[in-house]
């Protein structure tokens, strides 16, 4: 499976800039992709306004993202701020070729921020089948907690989109590493660059781990798209050469 990594720049709650922009770059791509990611609330930036910027299921941004999938005969995932029967989500899209969605809330708000105050925390896990791969897509502050993230369900993929600012990168590159060794996955992490209406500067470091922790990506701090192709028999052979997702711990979240 191939898989574009979109490191860009976000325009401050402007949706129609965004879009374009995400547009140009994918109709752009040197090669096709199985599938498009997108950083953290790709049409707005990380904003704590959602009052101001909130779309519908039914909104311009998810029948564009629907539209385009549909044109490029691509999947393309990246969370949004969504409305739904009166509460405001940070909220995942998965966009099959087809123009089928499934949609994964953000579970760990972002209190430092104030994400919480004004964001309805999701409680379930999304598990996608795709291209014969299974892809379990989680949003920014849910890297910092293993437990929700762990490989229970016996997933090939785990991807994080972001908006994960430069004071802490550290934390994003070992945390991305650290999922992706004790999950024995493909671990992608996506993220933005440049300086957002908070004053926070951003500096990438989208990349893609591989499930013994190798780097098939290293971090980027460039604006541009990134490919890379994930081969699902190389980590079917390894995880059943060394077992060790077989010795987990079983358990439930309360």
């Known amino acids: 499976m191939k898989i574009a ?27 096709t992709a ?26 311009e941004t998810v029948s564009w993202m629907v539209a385009l999938a549909k044109a490029q005969n691509c999947a393309i ?4 701020v969504i409305k739904d029967e009166g509460h405001f989500y940070n909220r995942l899209l998965f966009v099959f070729p087809s123009g089928d969605i499934k949609t994964y809330d ?20 999304l598990l996608i089948e795709y291209k014969g791969f299974t892809i379990c897509p989680l949003i920014c502050y849910d890297l910092r907690f293993p437990v929700f993230s762990r490989n229970t369900e016996g997933y090939d993929v785990l ?5 994960w600012p430069k004071p802490r ?11 992706a060794i004790e999950n024995m996955c493909y671990t992608i992490g996506v993220n933005r660059v ?19 922790g190798n780097y098939l990506l290293e971090p980027q701090e460039d604006e ?26 079983a358990f439930t979240l309360g």
């Open 5 to 31: 990594l979109v490191q860009s720049p976000l325009v401050w709650e402007t949706p129609e800039a965004n879009r374009n922009y995400f547009e140009e770059k994918i109709h752009g791509m040197a090669s």
């Open 34 to 59: 199985d599938l498009v990611v997108l950083p953290e609330m790709f049409a707005t930036g990380f904003t704590m306004n959602p009052d101001a910027v909130a779309e519908t299921m039914q909104g």
């Open 77 to 80: 995932t990246g969370s949004l």
């Open 106 to 125: 953000k579970r760990h708000l972002f209190s430092l921020a104030g994400e919480d105050k004004v964001y309805a925390s999701g409680k379930e896990k």
């Open 159 to 163: 991807i994080y989109v972001a908006n």
């Open 169 to 179: 990168m550290l934390a994003w590159d070992s945390l991305l590493k650290a999922r």
């Open 194 to 212: 440049g300086k957002d209406d908070n004053n926070l500067d951003y500096i990438g470091h989208s990349q893609v781990v591989d499930f013994l």
């Open 224 to 249: 541009a798209v990134f490919m890379v192709e994930l081969d699902w028999q190389a980590m079917l052979d390894t995880r059943a050469k060394l077992n060790f997702l077989n010795d987990r711990d």
